[in-house]
């Protein structure tokens, strides 16, 4: 079984709708984070927790918000999903003293119309 | 200008060929330094690392220059395998990681 799990894997939903993307890992990390991919731009990070009482904003955290429900449990919203939302987001987790070595999930290809 | 900067490619090579990519950041206060592996529509997932005396994994050697602040990997007698998109990440004190957006490598028979 995979270490790091999204789902749903891929979802369309349309302007306006709030939308819950989950997060689960079995690798014991107290970090985790939530990333958007556009193409040519690379992994932006959109919040960050390095543990269930910690949350961060990252680079581009407007239209999101998260939710840490255990050590294991990183959920991302789209309170009022919006079409420049459309993207490839990307969980993933470190371990303390890691920063660079992290560990992703296969990904959420969100559409929004 | 960006933090980590890469040549988006593609670079189109034949079987056998050896490849190089460059990267380059833009604080030098960067502390350590990655590669990722990203396939198609696949998550990035970690090559190797990069240190300041070098160090190579089989066909792969990654060097590291901080004067001049750029990283590299090398990619000797490429394999169609090897066809992916290839990811500088940079990390800073403090919290920070950033990832480059990356070069493509296509290799052909």
């Known amino acids: 079984d995979a270490d790091v799990t999204q789902t749903p894997r891929n979802r369309i939903t349309k302007t306006g709708k709030r939308i819950m993307l989950e997060c689960s890992q079995t690798k014991g990390h107290d970090r985790m984070y939530w990333y958007r991919q556009d193409p040519g731009l690379g992994l932006q990070l959109i919040y960050y927790s390095f543990d269930v009482k910690d949350i961060n904003k990252g680079e581009i955290s407007d239209g999101y918000s998260v939710s840490r429900q255990a050590q294991a449990k990183f959920s991302l919203s789209l309170e009022s999903a919006i079409p420049n939302q459309t993207a490839l987001y990307f969980c993933?987790?470190?371990?303390?003293?890691?920063?660079?070595?992290?560990?992703f999930g296969p990904g959420t290809r969100l559409t929004v119309l | 200008r960006k933090e980590v900067e890469q040549d988006p490619g593609p670079f189109n090579v034949p079987e056998g060929a050896t490849v190089a990519f460059n990267c380059t950041y833009s604080n030098s206060a960067s502390q350590s330094f990655f590669w990722y592996r990203q396939d198609c529509r696949k998550e990035p997932k970690l090559l190797m690392s990069?240190?300041?005396s070098g160090n190579e994994d089989g066909r792969f050697t990654a060097q590291l220059n901080r004067a001049s602040q750029y990283i590299s990997l090398l990619i000797r007698d490429s394999k169609l395998s090897d066809s992916a998109t290839y990811l500088c990440v940079v990390t800073t004190g403090g919290f920070k990681t950033i990832f480059g957006a990356g070069t493509r490598l296509f290799v052909k028979a």
């Open positions: 990069v240190y300041s």
């Open positions: 993933a987790t470190s371990d303390e003293g890691e920063l660079g070595t992290q560990y």
